[in-house]
């Protein structure tokens, strides 16, 4: 049978229907993150980058958040390829967290959602875990025992231990202030957190491997929950 132009086949009236069309997926991330939050010398650094080899990720450290900051030409690049929904969610989730902020932190934002919405991204520092939703964001803290931690830090920085004590209590002190300063938040508070993992006792390879299971099992999550009538 022949339909005039532009005019389909009429659904019939009564009976089956065909399937429904799927509702149209809200704007959003193109996929999950990891936030790495890390006491100073608890090699969070180290677990982060472990656990992005294992899931296949691109990590982005201070130094690779700093440079993306800077550097207009790398960060338009690397975020091309954003979806129409994933720019539009990451726009309006720039525009709600930086409104009042100074300018050099709203810089260090609009970059960390912008990386958000592209996904497959492990985060560190910066307070991204407190700044992206928990919806599709694995938020971790990094720790590990004072100790452990000065002489990790001074082994790295070939400082004498008090130096390396020193340094530790500056490190936290300055990442305990911008987190304060840009989010609000005590980054102290474990409940901020959707783990906290203890180097002195777990090690990296076994840090790495319980973040890669937790993101393996919010994946597994989400697919049931999508696929649920």
Not at 59 to 77: H, I, P
Not at 106 to 126: K, N, S, T
Not at 160 to 166: C, I, Q, S, T
């Amino acid at each position: 049978m022949a339909f005039p132009t532009g005019v389909g086949p009429v659904p019939p009236l009564h009976g089956y229907r065909g399937d429904a069309a799927p509702p149209p997926r809200p704007p959003g991330p193109a996929g999950f993150t990891v936030a790495v939050s890390r006491e100073a010398g608890a090699r969070g650094g180290s677990v982060a980058r472990r656990a992005a080899r294992l899931l296949g990720w691109q990590v982005f450290d201070q130094e690779a958040l700093d440079y993306l900051t800077r550097d207009d030409a790398a960060r338009a690049d690397l975020l091309a390829d954003l979806s129409p929904g994933a720019r539009a969610w990451a726009d309006a989730q720039t525009a709600r967290l930086t409104a009042g902020r100074d300018p050099a932190a709203g810089d260090m934002v609009r970059l960390i959602v912008a990386l958000a919405a592209r996904g497959e991204a492990v985060i560190v520092g910066r307070g991204a875990g407190f700044l992206l939703p928990p919806a599709t964001t694995v938020h971790v803290r990094v720790v590990a025992p004072l100790a452990e931690r000065v002489a990790y830090l001074g082994d790295v920085l070939r400082l004498p231990p008090a130096e390396a004590a020193a340094a530790v209590r500056d490190r936290d002190r300055r990442r305990e202030t911008f987190i304060t300063t840009v989010v609000a938040v005590n980054p102290a508070d474990d409940g901020g957190y959707d783990m906290v993992l203890n180097t002195g006792r777990l090690g990296e390879y076994a840090a790495a491997g319980l973040i890669v299971q937790a993101v393996v099992g919010r994946m597994a999550a989400e697919t049931v929950a999508a696929d649920a009538p």
